[in-house]
């Protein structure tokens, strides 16, 4: 298929959602690592470079699910993390480090930050198998300055309102062409979609009203 005929949806984020609630030290004191599927070597990496780094360390995800996930990541100085929990934390104002079980492609920056997105921020750009010294070489490279800039860069790709207006863009596409089209994906991923949806909208409505009992 020529490339021009190719279009890519990307990962939609709520900017509203996850926007910056408390502005970042000039050295870090805490770290935030987000992930559902780690493995006991990551974890023994990445609790060395954060003892050796001096910060204290939450972890969220496997053993520690919520899901009103935008207020740790403002608590957070820093943020290790993949793919959507990196935009997610760049759209909270977090310097963030792409690692886990796939490896690591290390700390986000506006000059990286296109060579990662091809990989989704997944840690299969370079794949390194860091060590606790190498992950803490990462942690040092912290710069409050450039957070700023990279918001600004996932706003520009994964804006939710710039990815619908993609959608629009393509549909309108769509309707200039004649022949049927047939479903891209299988009706069984098709209704796996539908279910995850609801099942997080549901998770939303839940988190709302436990917020508003709290109050």
Known sequence: IPSHKISIIRNPIDIERFSTKRKIRKHPKTALFMSYRYNQETLRVLKGACKMAGLQLTILGKYNRVYNVEKFINKADLV??????????????????????????????????ERLMTKNFSGRYFKKAYGIRDLFMEIKKYDPDSTAMLKGMVMK????????????????KLENIKKPLKPLLPYKEILWLIQRVNYFANQKKTQQRQDFIGS
């Open 80 to 113: 290790i993390t993949l793919s959507r929990g990196i935009l997610e934390s760049l759209s909270c104002e977090r310097p963030a480090i792409v690692y886990d079980y796939e490896g690591g492609d290390g700390m986000v920056s506006p000059k990286n930050f």
């Open 157 to 172: 790709h994964f804006d939710s309102n710039v990815v619908g207006h993609n959608i629009l863009h393509i549909l309108a």
